[in-house]
Each structure stands twice: as structure tokens, then as C-alpha cells.
């Protein structure tokens, strides 16, 4: 809905701008379109208000990205894990170059077309005309994210650092979870030294993955002050 209202908002723009400057117009929209597309990927970093929150409480742990990045490279099985991620996320720059070129080309592969029904004096053909070259970047948008979701049985998140107090774990990118643990499932992996942190929306499950030295410690805070039951892999 939001998209359309943007969309509605450039067209009566365009249609009231004198036609030298409707170029500016469309590069406007592209970086709203970029924008949008950039908050709907980042939107699940964590307010500000809950990591405060969090952070009043005692600290317990701290893990540095040195450590994580240290446990990754030797956990074999991650590669195969990541692969279905990479797959989508190549997806997706594919389909914001494919965007790039169509704002490129459509002036001399499409509006010539339209400039034959007469877009200079008629209005509703330039709604046509505006409405065409709007929309299928939305259209190509949305396209992209239902194949990802097609790729994509889960999502894996791996924590760069995290900071664990009494109160709830706050780790980067994007998590922040308060205790006592809701809403999410835990799973540890001893061998790989992992603890995660699994959600599910409907069939896709969404896993943010903590890797530390020393993650039967990390499982006792879990334990003892998120009050949750871990799960522990094989």
C-alpha cells in the first residue's frame, strides 16, 4: 500500500512538472525505490529502547567477533548451510541491476510506444506511460522476494558479537531478545559451538546463531535466567 501511494504520488508529480524535468522526477523515484527496498531488508534491527533495556541489566558474557569469526572458519558444515542464502541474496542483485537497466532503457525501448498514442496531449496516456515505468520495478520487487521465499526454507543470521546480561542477549546484526525467552525455540551444538535461537513463520524458519568458545556456559545463563529449555544437537 505503501508502494502504490508513492507510485500515485510521482505520477501527479510528473503530470504537473513541465516534461524537461521529468527526468529528475524518475531519478527521485529510483532512490525512494532503493530506500524502500533497503528499510524492508534492515527493518529487523532491534529499537533502541528494548537494547537499553536490556543492557540495564548485569553483564554476563561477552563475545567478540574475533572469537566468532575464529569458530566459523572451522565449522565445516556452515558452507553448505549458507548456500541457499547466497543463492537469494544473488537473486536479489540481479533483480536490482535488471531495475537499474530498465529505468536505463525504458526512454528508447518503451516510451517511444507510448509517445505513439499521443502521451504529449493526452493525459491518460501518460498515466499509461508513468504507471508502466513504475510499477514493474514493484512488479520484478516482488517477483524476486517470492522466489527467494521459494529458495529459502530458513534464514540463517550469525551474530558477528553478542553481549549477554541477566536481562537478555543483544548481539550483530539484528538481535535483541529480553529474558525470559518467548516466542523462540534454543538449540545448542556442542560440537560446532553454537547456540541458536530458532523462530518460525509458518514453514520458514528464521535462526539466529551465536558462536562461542564456551557455549555450555552461554547454555546455563540461557537456562537459568531466560528460563528456556535448550535443545542440543546430536
Given amino acids: 500500500m505503501i508502494g502504490q501511494g508513492i507510485i500515485t504520488l510521482f505520477i501527479v508529480i510528473n503530470l504537473f512538472v513541465p516534461p524537461e524535468y521529468r527526468s529528475y522526477i524518475t531519478t527521485a523515484y529510483f532512490i525512494v525505490f532503493i530506500?524502500?527496498?533497503?528499510?524492508?531488508?534492515?527493518?529487523?534491527?532491534?529499537?533502541?529502547?528494548?537494547?537499553?533495556?536490556?543492557?540495564?541489566?548485569?553483564?554476563?558474557?561477552?563475545?567478540?567477533?574475533?572469537?566468532?569469526?575464529?569458530?566459523?572458519?572451522?565449522?565445516?558444515?556452515?558452507?553448505?548451510?549458507?548456500?541457499?542464502?547466497?543463492?537469494?541474496?544473488?537473486?536479489?542483485?540481479?533483480?536490482?541491476?535488471?531495475?537499474?537497466?530498465?529505468?536505463?532503457?525504458y526512454p528508447t525501448l518503451v516510451r517511444p510506444h507510448i509517445d505513439g498514442l499521443g502521451a504529449g496531449s493526452s493525459v491518460v496516456a501518460q498515466v499509461i506511460d508513468l504507471l508502466i515505468l513504475y510499477e514493474v520495478p514493484v512488479a520484478i520487487s516482488l517477483t524476486t522476494?517470492?522466489?527467494?521465499?521459494?529458495?529459502?526454507?530458513?534464514?540463517?543470521?550469525?551474530?558477528?558479537?553478542?553481549?549477554?546480561y541477566t536481562t537478555g542477549i543483544v548481539g550483530t546484526p539484528g538481535f535483541a531478545l529480553k529474558f525470559p525467552v518467548e516466542n523462540y525455540s534454543v538449540r545448542a551444538n556442542y560440537t560446532r559451538k553454537f547456540v541458536e535461537f530458532v523462530r518460525r513463520e509458518g514453514e520458514f524458519e528464521i535462526l539466529h546463531r551465536i558462536y562461542c568458545n564456551e557455549p555450555e556456559r552461554l547454555v546455563d545463563i540461557i537456562s537459568r535466567y531466560g528460563k528456556a529449555k535448550i535443545e542440543r544437537y546430536p
Wanted: glycine content about 4%; hydrophobic content about 45%.
Fill in 35 to 105: 530506500a524502500i527496498f533497503s528499510y524492508s531488508t534492515f527493518r529487523q534491527r532491534p529499537r533502541g529502547a528494548l537494547t537499553r533495556d536490556i543492557a540495564s541489566g548485569r553483564r554476563l558474557l561477552t563475545i567478540k567477533q574475533e572469537e566468532v569469526s575464529g569458530l566459523q572458519t572451522r565449522d565445516l558444515e556452515l558452507v553448505n548451510e549458507l548456500k541457499p542464502i547466497l543463492k537469494a541474496s544473488g537473486l536479489s542483485i540481479l533483480s536490482m541491476v535488471v531495475i537499474m537497466l530498465w529505468f536505463f532503457l
Fill in 145 to 164: 522476494q517470492l522466489l527467494s521465499r521459494k529458495m529459502l526454507k530458513r534464514y540463517l543470521n550469525i551474530l558477528r558479537s553478542a553481549e549477554v
